[in-house]
Every structure is written in C-alpha cells, then in structure tokens.
C-alpha cells in the first residue's frame, strides 16, 4: 500500500513562501511521475507541478518561475518550493504519484492560505 504523507502548510501573507514536503513510503523509482496538484473551493483540482523519474519537469503556467519542485531520492521525499505567493494560490494542495502501470496514488492533502 502506497503511502504519500504531505507537510508543510500553513497561512503566509502574500509575497511569502512555503515548502511542501511529500514522503513516500517506498522508493520514488517505483514511480514514473511524482506531482503537485491544488484545489481551490469551488474549482477542479488542477496540476501544479510534476517531476518525471528522468527528472523532467513540468510546471503550470500560473506558478513558472515562483514554485520550484524537487526530489530527495535518498529520503523517498518530494517537495514544492512556493515563493512570492498570491492569494489566488490558496487551496488545499495533493501529494500525487503514478506508477508505471498509470495508477494515481494520493496524500492527504495540506492546507496552503496566502492573505493579501
């Protein structure tokens, strides 16, 4: 059973920053694709930001150049630099992974507010 535990949340004021932390139960090489996604209330959940196990990244046009998302292989952990945040980024942020077989798994999900 995969396991994504997501950390890192919180309120920050706008222009501020915060780092989401995803530790994986197993290897990050069990898995072909390893993501971000939000969800605003009232909105569909939307892909933020994704990391491929070739490293290939992949960003949504609303975050290039503010959120950064990495990998620590040795620590199973992927995390999601967010700087100059907006208030329009505020939503609960998921945790995703997928297998080579294109099965999703998800974390919990993490509360991010950014007040004006």
């Not at 990391?51 to 990244?57: L, V």
């Not at 959120?67 to 967010?82: C, G, P």
């Amino acid at each position: 059973q995969v396991q994504l535990v997501e950390s890192g949340g919180g309120l920050v004021q706008a222009g501020g920053s915060l780092r989401l932390s995803c530790a994986a139960s197993g290897s990050l090489f069990n898995f072909n694709a390893m993501g971000w996604y939000r969800q605003a209330p009232g909105k569909e959940r939307e892909l933020v930001a994704s990391t491929t196990s070739g490293g290939t990244t992949n960003y949504a046009d609303s975050v290039k150049g503010r959120f950064t998302i990495s990998r620590d292989n040795a620590k199973n952990t992927v995390y999601l630099q967010m700087n100059s945040l907006k208030p329009e980024d505020t939503a609960v942020y998921y945790c995703n992974a997928r297998n080579f077989y294109m099965l999703d798994y998800w974390g919990q999900g993490t509360q991010v507010t950014v007040s004006s």
